[in-house]
């Protein structure tokens, strides 16, 4: 037995699990959109954080990394527990085809799993809708949970993206309207064009938050 499972968030920089093979490619028919409510990660029940979740959208793609896990059904019953318990806010788990980095006419892998969510208030509490880019901007720069900053979420996203060879101009737009949002809050003056991702300092400080949670939130703080 075995099975995939395309990742197109935290999953691309930190799967977080045991994998026996990663693959960078892309989805068709789906865009990233910061339209999912966390408020156990990144974010609380009172201030909610923005997180991604998939769109359906014709002739779009979204690149990411998908994993293959092997090894007999214990390993991979234990892989999907964690992955359901840390992607509990996506209500869906939904099956497409995923095609390899340099051919995008057959798929590389059919049946790949996506965990994405109902695009609907009333039956899905943790969808929230888009909104004003500077509307979300502001909700990313200000949202904090047990694994820390909203706005760390977006920024690893931002370099682990680039670092695959695949930036989304989405994810680059609004992580710039939130660092234009953190340049008013310290200054009262918006700052002027940055990098397309956070410093290298930033980025470490990121990355340590990340890799070393509280003891109590460790299972969770993969996000």
């Given at each position: 037995?075995?099975?995939?499972?395309?990742?197109?968030?935290s999953l691309v920089w930190n799967p977080g699990f045991e994998v026996d093979?990663?693959?960078?490619?892309?989805?068709?028919?789906?865009?990233?959109v910061f339209d999912l409510a966390c408020i156990d990660h990144r974010g609380t029940p009172?201030?909610?954080?923005?997180?991604?979740?998939?769109?359906?959208?014709?002739?779009?793609?979204?690149?990411?990394?998908?994993?293959?896990?092997?090894g007999g059904p214990e390993k991979e019953k234990a892989a999907m527990a964690y992955l359901e318990r840390r992607e509990c806010e996506y209500d869906q788990k939904?099956?497409?085809?995923?095609?390899?980095?340099?051919?995008?006419?057959?798929?590389?892998?059919?049946?790949v799993i996506v965990f994405t969510s109902t695009?609907?208030?009333?039956?899905?509490?943790y969808y929230l809708g888009p909104a004003p880019l500077e509307d979300m901007a502001t909700q990313i720069a200000t949202a904090?949970?047990?694994?820390?900053?909203?706005r760390d979420y977006l920024f690893l996203l931002e370099k682990a993206l680039f670092d695959i060879g695949h930036e989304d101009d989405y994810v680059i737009e609004l992580a710039n309207e939130v660092r234009k949002v953190l340049g008013i809050v310290k200054s009262g003056?918006?700052?002027?064009?940055?990098?397309?991702?956070?410093s290298s300092a930033e980025m470490r400080e990121q990355k340590r938050s990340s890799a070393n949670p509280s003891p109590s939130t460790k299972f969770y703080c993969k996000k």
């Open positions: 037995m075995v099975f995939w499972v395309f990742g197109y968030g093979e990663k693959v960078i490619g892309f989805i068709k028919d789906y865009r990233r009172v201030l909610p954080a923005r997180t991604c979740t998939l769109e359906e959208h014709e002739g779009s793609v979204c690149w990411g990394a998908a994993y293959c896990v092997r939904t099956l497409v085809d995923f095609y390899k980095e340099g051919d995008s006419e057959e798929p590389f892998v059919t049946g695009p609907d208030k009333i039956s899905n509490k904090f949970g047990p694994c820390g900053n909203n003056v918006a700052i002027g064009k940055r990098l397309l991702w956070s």
